[in-house]
């Protein structure tokens, strides 16, 4: 379990404690802006090859048990992560590097949120850990939730000392909370403008994995 922890800490300080504060900036003097996304992309692959290892060969030790009707109703929060994460791929992300606006103000699923992506991923690691119910699962698919939540307002940051033209037209408009721009009066809900397609494929994605799960990862979804 120990070599679990410290994979889980390096995945963690690799995302949060250089690409999230000011060492990425330090480390871009020295090396380049492409010789740290070089590094850093080694620095990932091998952080998540470790963990996944030490996931893999840790012990089971059990902290709480999941009935099975609670798995069920929690496998239904991965579809609407499966739209973020269609939606996200499929529409620009201002929030990117070199990102931009599509139109004079957000639309589609940055209406929702600024971040659909990490919100996908937020889902996706949120109930594994509520799912798995041991030290394991809680170290393992924490870890991607710390850094998917953490990375929102670092790139919040990061894009409004990059592009605070950018910035100053997109925060007002959106928000990190999905929904949260909407309920504060300050946008509303568009789905016409999200393709229809970000729906299809994001469903049939989630099924597909329902179906899969067991022959893929070892275990059923639903138990």
């Known amino acids: ?32 802006e492409k010789g740290f996304m070089i590094t850093f992309s080694a620095a990932s692959f091998v952080s998540i090859a470790l963990l996944v290892l030490a996931w893999q ?7 709480w048990m999941v009935p099975g009707w609670v798995t069920g109703m ?33 639309r589609g699923v940055q209406r929702i949120t600024r971040h659909p992506m990490l919100w996908s991923f937020s889902l996706w690691a949120g109930v594994h850990v509520a799912t798995n119910g041991d030290v394991a699962g809680l170290l393992f698919f924490g870890a991607f939730l710390v850094t998917s939540l953490v990375g929102m307002p670092s790139i919040d ?27 504060a009066g300050r946008n509303r809900v568009a789905l016409g403008e999200i393709p229809k397609l970000v729906w299809i494929i994001g469903t049939l994605a989630w099924l597909a994995l329902l179906v899969a799960h067991p022959w893929i990862f070892g275990v059923p979804a639903l138990r």
């Open 57 to 63: 060969n840790a012990p089971y030790q059990p902290l």
């Open 1 to 32: 379990m120990l070599w679990l922890v410290l994979a889980s800490l390096l995945w963690v300080g690799v995302h949060v404690g250089v690409a999230g504060t000011r060492l990425r900036g330090e480390a871009v003097a020295r090396l380049g």
């Open 74 to 106: 929690l496998a239904l929060l991965i579809l609407p992560g499966f739209w973020l994460f269609v939606a996200s791929v499929a529409s620009p992300n201002p929030t990117a590097a070199g990102g931009k606006l599509a139109g004079e103000e957000p």
């Open 157 to 183: 940051r990061k894009l409004a000392a990059r592009d605070p033209a950018l910035w100053a037209r997109l925060a007002p408009r959106t928000s990190i909370l999905p929904f949260g721009a909407v309920i």
